[in-house]
């Protein structure tokens, strides 16, 4: 079975602009949660979507953003990017429904705000 | 709030000495406790989980880990460390009903001395 995939893997943008990320999660899975690493903060807890329903949500302010597909892919965008938001973005699925459960990562796409 | 404390920034070990990594979180109730390995450049894996049961739980890659309510701890033990296991490694938490997202310690960065 064919793991977390997520495109692209490096990106550069300059200050001001906008990105779009992507993630495939396993087949099967409902769930995609979005992650933050950075050297300064570690890693952060961005959102959950489930179903196509946004179910949980970190502590980032509104110009990051995200959805989910029907066939559960999801995306995450970052408008009006900052130096800050230069990170590795990963993105996790997972079969669990209302509980806890395994969450299997992607390789992360590496962000440059230049 | 929730959170997970991992004292250790930086360990190094010989090869084939036993390993110990510390992890202590902070929750009213008992939460669900993970493992994960990152490599560099990489996602992260997961090494193993706790939700309920039997405290001693054994993982991936010669892994396991105690927990020990008394003590808010949760510390990932390998008697045998290989040059391979040279990582970084998370201790996470996830509440319960608090569904997929996972609160990371800050990690443990591992060096394996040949």
């Known amino acids: 079975k064919a793991g977390v995939t997520q495109t692209p893997r490096y990106l550069i943008k300059t200050r001001g602009q906008q990105v779009t990320l992507s993630c495939s999660p396993i087949?099967?899975?409902?769930?995609v949660s979005w992650y933050q690493q950075t050297p300064g903060q570690g890693l952060q807890f961005l959102f959950e979507?489930?179903?196509?329903?946004?179910?949980n949500k970190g502590n980032f302010p509104g110009r990051f953003s995200g959805r989910q597909f029907s066939n559960s892919r999801s995306e995450m965008n970052v408008s009006t990017l900052e130096l800050g938001d230069s990170a590795l973005y990963l993105c996790?699925?997972?079969?669990?429904?209302?509980?806890?459960?395994?969450?299997?990562f992607g390789p992360g796409t590496r962000l440059t705000v230049t | 709030a929730q959170s997970v404390t991992q004292p250790d920034i930086h360990i190094t070990v010989s090869e084939g000495a036993s390993l110990e990594l510390r992890c202590n979180y902070s929750?009213?109730?008992?939460?669900?406790l993970f493992w994960y390995v990152q490599s560099p450049g990489q996602g992260l894996q997961l090494l193993l989980k706790y939700f309920s049961g039997d405290t001693l739980v054994q993982g991936i890659k010669g892994f396991e880990a105690e927990f020990k309510r008394s003590q808010s701890s949760f510390n990932l033990r390998k008697p045998s460390v290989h040059w391979s296991d040279a990582a970084e490694y998370f201790c996470a938490v996830a509440p319960s009903g608090g569904y997929n997202k996972l609160i990371f310690g800050a990690g443990t960065r591992l060096a394996v001395h040949p």
């Open positions: 979507y489930f179903s196509e329903t946004q179910r």
């Open positions: 929750y009213g109730a008992t939460p669900y």
């Open positions: 996790a699925s997972s079969l669990a429904g209302r509980q806890a459960g395994e969450q299997y």
């Open positions: 087949s099967g899975h409902r769930s």
